[in-house]
């Protein structure tokens, strides 16, 4: 069983001075957020949300402007305190540290990516991804030689002495990721890190955050309102509306199994070819009952569409779908195709 690094419970955040007297109406009358700010001026941020993320995975969070995502992540590290609920980080308690257990929190244990970098512009690359070992007190020489490292990882070796006005968007992000790295936190909470940079751009941070992540293994929670941007590097994804999680899911099943009409809006304009597999379409090979098999091509359960496509157009036998074991137990011939690429629609 996987090892849970961050789990959240009946999580509610209310901002507002009676957010107490909302809350408790709220428990006992269902009130919805319309109502609570209509009846006690306070505004619901955060509702009644609960989810795990395993150790080592990364766990997008998307929703609108307003949906309240990058409020929710804030609480993992409390830099909001939540009105009501539990969450545990690393098995800790977090409500219940003292400010000095906090604190050791923040600096060893969780790194935070913002979209806006703050970089401390009288100070150095090199200086501003040393700044939190200078915080816990680590030496000079030390300082220097984890700042170098980082930098490495994130390709800015030769930067070490430029100042953040020199450096385009871009690099200063890879600055930012290389600060948050250089604690050696084992959670990373990113708040929509990659949002304000070219889609090209973004696009080479992505893939270098994805090949960091999985050869340092960080339990990562990371924010987006981007739907391309969650299925890219997302493990499983978490789609928010007025405080709420709608639905959890990997990107196949938010693509293929949307939770209700707020979701299937989300996804439509996602092509499906990369994001549904040959075991979500296929029809037990016990009840096939078409043209012969033996001579058919045959393809693993985690084919996608597109290579399911590449299949279909070298043979006009229908493809024979394998489990782990090399078992035929599906089949996929180009009806069956067609519906997975039209999302189940006959």
Not at 215 to 230: G, P, R, S, W, Y
């Amino acid at each position: 069983m996987a090892e849970e690094g961050i789990k959240l419970d009946a999580v509610w955040k209310i901002f507002g001075g009676r957010a107490n007297e909302a809350m408790s109406a709220i428990q006992k009358d269902n009130l919805s957020k319309a109502q609570v700010l209509e009846k006690f001026q306070c505004v619901v941020g955060v509702a009644d949300c609960s989810f795990s993320v395993e150790k080592g995975e990364i766990f997008c969070v998307m929703g609108l402007s307003g949906s309240g995502k990058s409020t929710m992540v804030r609480h993992l590290n409390r830099l909001i305190e939540p009105t009501s609920g539990t969450l545990q980080v690393l098995g800790r308690d977090m409500l219940n540290l003292s400010p000095e257990e906090l604190r050791a929190m923040r600096a060893r244990h969780i790194g935070m990516v913002f979209q806006h970098m703050a970089l401390l512009p009288h100070r150095t690359v090199r200086d501003n991804v040393a700044f939190p070992l200078q915080v816990r007190g680590e030496s000079k020489s030390h300082r220097w030689e984890v700042s170098q490292r980082c930098l490495n990882l994130v390709n800015l070796d030769g930067y070490e002495d430029r100042f953040p006005r020199e450096l385009s968007g871009g690099m200063q992000q890879r600055v930012g990721l290389a600060r948050a790295l250089a604690s050696d936190p084992e959670v990373l909470l990113m708040d929509e890190p990659f949002s304000a940079l070219d889609p090209l751009i973004r696009r080479q941070l992505q893939d270098q955050f994805m090949a960091l992540s999985a050869d340092m293994q960080k339990t990562t929670v990371f924010i987006t309102h981007d739907l391309d941007e969650a299925i890219r590097i997302g493990n499983r994804i978490a789609i928010m509306k007025d405080g709420r999680i709608v639905q959890i899911g990997t990107p196949e099943d938010i693509v293929t199994k949307p939770a209700d009409g707020y979701v299937k809006d989300f996804v439509e304009g996602i092509s499906r070819l990369k994001l549904v597999f040959a075991h979500s379409i296929m029809v037990r090979i016990d009840e096939y009952s078409g043209a012969p098999l033996e001579d058919a091509p045959r393809a693993p359960h985690g084919t996608d569409l597109d290579a399911l496509i590449d299949l279909a157009t070298e043979t006009e036998l229908p493809t024979v779908i394998q489990d782990d074991d090399g078992v035929d137990i599906g089949v996929i011939d180009k009806a069956t195709l067609l519906k997975g690429i039209r999302g189940g629609k006959a």
